[in-house]
């Protein structure tokens, strides 16, 4: 006997003209308004290719397409099964929020999102996604999972770099013009994680509490937004619980993303460790389980056999998949590394690093640098001559061996004919040295070794402290007193506490992680040819006590 929801189903599809007297092709559907909208191609022929295919699955071929196909990335994506007989492809999919990622082979790191936030242009952050897809079309993936618009609970969070800042409608703009330049490229984006992740350590078994009204007015609106005004085709689950259940099998969650927004799209899973039910996750909603079938696959199907899961809620999850790979046709999508780290995308990284810079002091006229001729700077700091682009963990983006600029290369380039050196704090003869030249400026702050994806992954987790390294500190507490003309450069994800340092230091340049050209654009500011225009978009602690 059918359930009443395969019974609902059935009934759908009759009043859609699935039934055997809807004409000439029993396949034929009628779109709601929502797919609609939500498909960029003809969402008529993907949905009745989608129904089609679906129907002459067997129950082991719609688990297993529920399911990505293995632990680790297979030519340089991680990978969904395709079935060729049925014409049905492959989802080829890759990271990330700053740049195509690490598993795909080189490709352009741009700013990270934090420091994207900073430029307060969401019409530059759409060109940038439309970037990212470019090079994600050019490695031959058809989904890029980014965004990430989880709001920054807390500074010390150690994904912080990857979101836009505090504010959930600043987030939300962000995200939303970063999805329509993805896919206005043809390429699937993916926003996540939802929801209310704001936490590396811990992050697999916290349990997040939130009542209704915080969680719809500051932990989902970017995410409603993006579903809503962007049509993003994916979402991605968080690994935490949410009020007790967790985010992949949350049935308030998805209920709330499919009834209450009229997403179109489907649901997948966060890697590894983001599923852990195989019925609480199906009758949730949750579409696909990624990297590796540990609750759905084998394990699905044998649920079905059992009677704990009615097949026509594998049909549901199946439809939406389908239905997006044919409105995208993501099986089209082939690898061409001429749209990889190309110029122009070089080109866009600088000006977004221009445009990101956020100028904290400047006292005495320590800034703009001089072009005089003689003009001299000594550089300082363990991050000056560093390449230093963020996170090591699902979001690290490998570029082409030598192709980042650093700061000290990028004052180096500038500076043309005039000196500029790279000094050691070690070197007895620092204060003599320094006396000989007209600035100087450190480079400090926080590398991957500091802040990052953390529990299950590669990174450093949540940072410890909003406080500089204590051998930073001890940097600018030696060099500040031998020279009258200090300027100080930061690099991090978020915010730092510097009721310390301002005292000490006469101009202080918050310069995130800036990227490919993070070095040419930290010069071009600090020697005036562009003007800071880039602001903070989370506070920064007089104090951790403030916290």
Not at 22 to 46: L, M, N, R, S
Not at 209 to 234: G, H
Not at 522 to 538: E, K, M, Q, W
């Amino acid at each position: 006997m059918r359930s009443p929801l395969a019974l609902a189903l059935v009934a759908s599809f009759s009043l859609f003209g699935c039934g055997d007297d809807a004409g000439e092709d029993p396949f034929d559907v009628t779109p709601t308004d929502a797919q609609i909208a939500y498909c960029p191609g003809d969402a008529t022929d993907a949905l009745t290719r989608a129904e089609r295919a679906l129907r002459q699955l067997t129950l082991e071929q719609k688990a297993a397409l529920m399911a990505g196909t293995a632990p680790l990335p297979m030519g340089g994506s991680w990978k969904t099964m395709s079935i060729s007989a049925l014409g049905i492809p492959a989802y080829r999919m890759i990271d990330g929020p700053r740049g195509a990622s690490l598993v795909a082979g080189h490709a352009t790191p741009f700013p990270v999102a934090a420091a994207r936030g900073a430029t307060f242009d969401p019409e530059l952050e759409r060109r940038v996604g439309a970037a990212i897809a470019r090079e994600t079309r050019g490695l031959g993936a058809n989904v890029l999972l980014a965004p990430t618009v989880n709001v920054l609970r807390h500074p010390r969070w150690g994904r912080a770099q990857e979101t836009y800042g505090a504010d959930p409608l600043h987030i939300a703009l962000f995200g939303a013009a970063f999805v329509e330049g993805v896919q206005a490229e043809g390429i699937v984006s993916t926003v996540k994680h939802y929801a209310l992740n704001s936490i590396e350590n811990g992050r697999l078994s916290i349990d997040v509490l939130a009542d209704a009204r915080t969680m719809r007015e500051i932990y989902l609106p970017p995410f409603e937004r993006i579903v809503k005004e962007a049509k993003v085709a994916t979402v991605m689950t968080a690994y935490n619980s949410v009020n007790g259940s967790f985010a992949s099998e949350n049935a308030e969650l998805l209920s709330i993303l499919y009834d209450d927004w009229g997403f179109a799209g489907f649901t997948m899973s966060d890697w590894m460790y983001g599923t852990h039910d195989t019925v609480k996750a199906v009758h949730a909603g949750l579409d696909l389980e990624m990297p590796n079938p540990k609750i759905y696959g084998p394990a699905l199907a044998a649920a079905v056999q059992a009677g704990e899961v009615d097949e026509a809620l594998l049909d549901r999850s199946v439809r939406r998949l389908l239905f997006t790979a044919f409105c995208y046709d993501v099986g089209s999508i082939e690898g061409d590394r001429s749209l990889v780290e190309t110029d122009e995308a070089r080109a866009l990284a600088l000006e977004v690093a221009q445009r990101s810079l956020v100028l904290l002091q400047n006292e005495g006229g320590a800034l703009p640098l001089s072009d005089e001729e003689g003009f001299s700077i000594a550089v300082l700091g363990r991050l000056a001559d560093a390449e230093n682009i963020g996170d090591t963990g699902s979001s690290h983006v490998n570029p082409s061996p030598g192709t980042v600029v650093t700061p000290y290369q990028g004052l180096v380039a500038r500076a043309g004919s005039n000196p500029v050196e790279l000094l050691e704090a070690s070197d007895p003869e620092l204060a003599e040295k320094l006396a000989s030249f007209d600035a100087v400026v450190l480079v400090v702050g926080y590398t991957a070794e500091d802040e990052g994806e953390g529990e299950g992954s590669f990174g450093a987790g949540d940072r410890a402290s909003l406080s500089l390294r204590d051998e930073d500190l001890a940097l600018i507490e030696a060099v500040a007193p031998l020279h009258e003309r200090v300027i100080l450069v930061i690099e991090g994800g978020s915010a730092v506490v510097l009721t310390d340092v301002v005292e000490h230091v006469e101009a202080i340049v918050m310069a995130w992680y800036p990227g490919v050209e993070g070095g040419t654009a930290i010069a071009d500011l600090l020697f005036g040819d562009v003007n800071f225009s880039g602001r903070l978009p989370t506070s920064f602690p007089a104090d951790e006590a403030h916290l």
